[in-house]
DNA sequence: TATAAAACCTGTAGCTACTACAGCTACAAG
DNA sequence: CTTGTAGCTGTAGTAGCTACAGGTTTTATA
C-alpha cells in the first residue's frame, strides 16, 4: 500500500525529480517519511500525481492544474466554471495546431523550392535570408 | 542608413531586449558604437536579425539557427545538408501537430462529458482524477 | 535655455518545467 | 564485508526570453 518514491515513479509514469520538484511546489503534499528520512507515499498521492501527469498530458500549465486540483478536491466544485476553464483550454490547443499547420506549410513550400536546384547556392536559405 | 536599437527593433520585429540577448549569445555580430556608447547597426545586422526572426517563426531553435546562418554565410552552402536538416525539422512540427491533435480529441471528449452533466460534481475532472 | 520625457546603457534576476549533478546516507544481496 | 541500488539535500543548468534597477544621453517642448 504505502510506496517509496521510486515506486510511485514507476507507478504513475512522473520521474523522480519531478516529484519532488512537485512537492517542492506544493503540488502535492508532503509525504510521510519513514525512519530513515525516505519519503512514504499514500494512494491519495498516487491519485494526485496521475492527475496532474494527465493533465501535463493535455498541456495545462502547473498553475492551471493548481487550479484544477484545488476544483477538484474541493467540496462542491463548480463544472460550469470549469467547463469555461478547458475551453479556454481547447482554443489554445486549437491556436498552437493552427500555428503550426502554418509553418509545416511554409516549411514545405521551402522544401519544394529545394528540389533540383543545387547549382547556386541553397534557394530556401536565400528565401529565408534575402526576404 | 544606420540605425539605432529602437529602429532596428521596429523594422525587424524583435524586441530592444532580445536583440542585445542575441548579441549576448553571438547570434549577431557586436554593432559599433556612437560617442555616447549606444549601439549602431548596418543593414547587414537588420537582415541577419530578420533571418533569425523568420527561422524563429518556424519554430528553429536557436543552435539550430546558428548553423543555418553559419551555411547561409558561407562560401559554397551545401543545399542538401540544408534540405536533409529541414526535413528533419519539418517532420518535428508534424509530430507537434499530431500531439496537439491527440490532447484536442481528448479535450473535446471530456468537454462533452460535461454537456448537462452538472448535478454530480464534475464529470470532466472525475476523469482525470479517478480514470 | 531649462527641463522633462523618451531612449539608451549595464548587469542581474525572474519566468516555466524540468533535469542533472555533487556529495551524502541507508539498505539489501551475495 | 563489500558492492550496488535507492534514497536524501541543495544547487545549478537548460531554452528563450522578459523585466527590472539604477544610471546616462538624446530629444522635444515650454
Chains 1, 2 share one sequence.
Request: with cysteine.
Amino acid at each position: 500500500m504505502l510506496k517509496k518514491i521510486g515506486e510511485l515513479s514507476l507507478k504513475t509514469g512522473v520521474h523522480i525529480e519531478t516529484i519532488r520538484y512537485y512537492e517542492r511546489l506544493r503540488l502535492i503534499p508532503k509525504p510521510g517519511r519513514s525512519e530513515a528520512g525516505h519519503r512514504v507515499y499514500s494512494e491519495s498521492h498516487a491519485k494526485r500525481l496521475s492527475f496532474i501527469r494527465r493533465c501535463r498530458g493535455l498541456d495545462f500549465s502547473l498553475a492551471e492544474i493548481r487550479y484544477l486540483l484545488q476544483t477538484a478536491e474541493a467540496d462542491n466544485p463548480s463544472c460550469a466554471d470549469v467547463e469555461k476553464f478547458s475551453k479556454k483550454h481547447l482554443d489554445l490547443i486549437r491556436a498552437k495546431i493552427r500555428d503550426l499547420r502554418k509553418m509545416e506549410k511554409t516549411m514545405k513550400t521551402l522544401l519544394s523550392e529545394c528540389q533540383g536546384n543545387r547549382a547556386l547556392g541553397c534557394p530556401l536559405i536565400d528565401v529565408l535570408y534575402e526576404g
